[in-house]
T-cell receptor, first 113, second 112 residues
Framework: AQSVTQPDIHITVSEGASLELRCNYS??????LFWYVQSPGQGLQLLLK??????LVQGIKGFEAEFKRSQSSFNLRKPSVHWSDAAEYFC???????????FGTGTQLKVEL | DGGITQSPKYLFRKEGQNVTLSCEQN?????MYWYRQDPGQGLRLIYY???????QKGDIAEGYSVSREKKESFPLTVTSAQKNPTAFYLC???????????FGPGTRLTVL
């Protein structure tokens, strides 16, 4: 079955430290990939997306993600985390077959001051 | 301002009652989606509609119903057949041919 896996349920980093959130997908072909962020009690906001081309994509709020076909991964990174980045982060994949998004279970980010 | 609105933000209902969650968009998007979110489970697709008067079941459609009579509106009814309806419900929309989805602010439903 097609799936998206986020291995880390919770991550805690210090403000100013670098961040990497992991995402792995399981699909036959390269899917369209997304990272969303959700603040408590709010909807989801798109951070960035990968469809094709350059495997390093830049997003909003200083985030970037790298697509690695050999590892079936699409990890999210930020060089220096701010306290306002504390939120839940979701990786998602779109496959043409179902014409819908499949979401990972999310990673809750806590930022220590 | 263009966007997706969901109302109400918080909803309380007694067990056994049907309840309808509203989702409206003024983005002129063709496709609309309903997701359920539970802690630790990510988002799970309930129903989606790619065009007016047509909709498809998602992964967890049992106990839910929808209608799509207007392009702008995609209401979700949580019926008494849904065994565990307490959750956070998110509506999304997408332009025709796009893979990107735009989300509303969500409705938290609590069944007492």
């Amino acid at each position: 079955a097609q799936s998206v896996t986020q291995p880390d349920i919770h991550i805690t980093v210090s403000e100013g430290a670098s961040l990497e959130l992991r995402c792995n997908y399981s699909y036959g072909a390269t899917p369209y990939l997304f990272w969303y962020v959700q603040s408590p009690g709010q909807g989801l906001q798109l951070l960035l997306k990968y469809f094709s081309g350059d495997t390093l994509v830049q997003g909003i709020k200083g985030f970037e993600a790298e697509f690695k076909r050999s590892q079936s991964s699409f990890n999210l990174r930020k060089p220096s985390v701010h306290w306002s980045d504390a939120a839940e982060y979701f990786c998602a994949a779109f496959t043409g077959g179902g014409n819908t998004l499949t979401f990972g279970t999310g990673t809750q980010l806590k930022v220590e001051l | 301002d263009g966007g997706i609105t969901q109302s109400p933000k918080y909803l309380f209902r007694k067990e056994g009652q049907n309840v309808t969650l509203s989702c409206e968009q003024n983005l002129n998007h063709d496709a609309m989606y309903w997701y359920r979110q539970d802690p630790g489970q990510g988002l799970r697709l309930i129903y989606y509609s790619q065009i007016v008067n047509d909709f498809q079941k998602g992964d967890i459609a049992e106990g839910y119903s929808v209608s799509r009579e207007k392009k702008e509106s995609f209401p979700l009814t949580v019926t008494s057949a849904q065994k565990n309806p307490t959750a956070f419900y998110l509506c999304a929309s997408s332009p025709s041919g796009s893979r990107e989805q735009f989300f509303g602010p969500g409705t938290r439903l609590t069944v007492l």
